[in-house]
């Protein structure tokens, strides 16, 4: 075992071969914290981070809860503990909802939702065990706002939400963080081929909607107005935060993506208040 008093802290990230991922792992390692980075082929993280005496580069494919097993085994051996857990691992898919096909919808559940709930059931044991650490899982812009072109990516988002604000209720007790970060758009492969599913199946019937983000997805991508650089430096700061938040919006274009979601919600629950008060059992009347 490689002692893990050597280091402040050790952190568990999957999907850390580039993107997000690579960039919080880098910056971790550089403030010479102890990383054990995940992904798809643990070569790919070598390449990119090249090999340093903090980091352990893992198999995992999040899709696959026995090797999530396994690599939180590996890094257990190797650290002694896991402070973090960054659940990054993630990709988006591009159609309208009726455009997606149930293998599609099926395949990106199976990677953002039901493989960080793999991941997060196979980590928490040990920091239960030790009552610290903190569970980042990285939504999403699309997680507070659906919009249309990514329903389906947005509800995979929705649900990370879901799941996060009930462990930050579950584990708060047990002296265990829990933060959903969402990021609005940043600059990583995520809307190249390699990383972004795009549903074939094309409905004339959506063009003026998902088929106008097809085709500002090619645009956008590249030139996303965030860095993932400073992403990463965010949450070095999210994690020295003696109390960090339930939420960590990133991005200009979330913080305005929040404010208009408050305002339409506000205006529209005003509107049918009425209705929407009208549906309780009527209150006995007192005698
Ligand atoms: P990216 O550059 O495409 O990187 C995605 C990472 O996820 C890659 O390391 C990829 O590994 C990995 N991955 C995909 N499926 C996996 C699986 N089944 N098992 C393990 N690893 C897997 O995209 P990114 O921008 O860094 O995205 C990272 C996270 O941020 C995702 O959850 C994404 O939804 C979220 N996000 C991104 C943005 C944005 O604008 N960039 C905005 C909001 C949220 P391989 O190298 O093996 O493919």
Same mark, same amino acid.
């Given at each position: 075992? @490689?002692?893990?008093?050597?280091?402040?802290?050790?952190?568990?990230?999957? /999907?850390? *071969? =580039?993107?997000? /991922?690579? =960039?919080?792992?880098a910056a971790a390692l550089g403030r010479g914290d102890a990383v054990v980075a995940t992904a798809r082929?643990?070569?790919?993280? +070598?390449?990119r981070l090249g090999a340093q005496s903090g980091l352990l580069a893992v198999d995992l494919d999040v899709t696959d809860e026995a090797q999530a097993g396994h690599a939180?085994?590996?890094?257990?051996?190797?650290?002694?503990?896991?402070?973090?857990?960054? @659940? @990054?691992?993630?990709?988006?898919?591009?159609?309208?909802?009726?455009?997606?096909?149930?293998?599609?919808?099926?395949?990106?559940? $199976? +990677?953002?939702?039901?493989?960080?709930?793999?991941?997060?059931?196979?980590?928490?044991p040990q920091m239960r065990e030790h009552r610290r650490g903190h569970v980042i899982n990285i939504s999403?812009?699309?997680?507070?706002? *659906?919009?249309?072109?990514?329903?389906?990516?947005?509800?995979? %988002?929705? &649900?990370?939400?879901?799941?996060? $604000?009930?462990?930050? &209720?579950?584990?708060a007790p047990l002296g265990i963080h829990a933060t959903t970060v969402e990021p609005g758009y940043f600059r990583t492969e995520f809307l190249e081929g390699q990383s972004l599913a795009t549903s074939p199946r094309v409905l004339a019937d959506y063009a003026a909607t998902s088929g106008r983000i097809r085709e500002l997805a090619s645009q956008i991508s590249l030139n996303q107005p965030g860095d993932p650089e400073r992403l990463a430096q965010a949450v070095l700061r999210l994690?020295?935060?003696?109390? #960090? #938040?339930?939420?960590? #919006?990133?991005? +200009?274009?979330?913080?305005?993506?929040?404010?208009? %979601?408050?305002?339409?919600?506000? +205006?529209?629950?005003?509107?049918? =208040?009425?209705?929407?008060?009208?549906?309780?059992? #009527? %209150?006995?009347?007192?005698?």
């Open positions: 075992m @490689n002692s893990s008093s050597n280091f402040p802290r050790v952190w568990f990230i999957t /999907g850390a *071969s =580039r993107g997000i /991922g690579a =960039r919080i792992a082929d643990a070569a790919t993280v +070598t390449q939180v085994a590996a890094a257990l051996a190797h650290f002694g503990r896991i402070d973090i857990l960054v @659940n @990054n691992a993630g990709y988006g898919l591009m159609g309208a909802v009726e455009e997606s096909s149930a293998d599609e919808v099926r395949r990106l559940y $199976e +990677t953002n939702v039901f493989g960080l709930l793999h991941v997060t059931r196979a980590v928490l999403s812009l699309g997680g507070y706002q *659906s919009v249309a072109g990514f329903g389906v990516y947005c509800s995979t %988002k929705f &649900a990370v939400e879901g799941i996060t $604000e009930a462990l930050h &209720a579950e584990l994690v020295d935060a003696d109390t #960090p #938040p339930l939420r960590l #919006p990133l991005g +200009t274009d979330t913080l305005a993506a929040i404010a208009a %979601k408050h305002v339409f919600v506000e +205006t529209e629950t005003a509107a049918w =208040r009425e209705l929407a008060a009208s549906t309780d059992f #009527p %209150k006995a009347h007192a005698s």
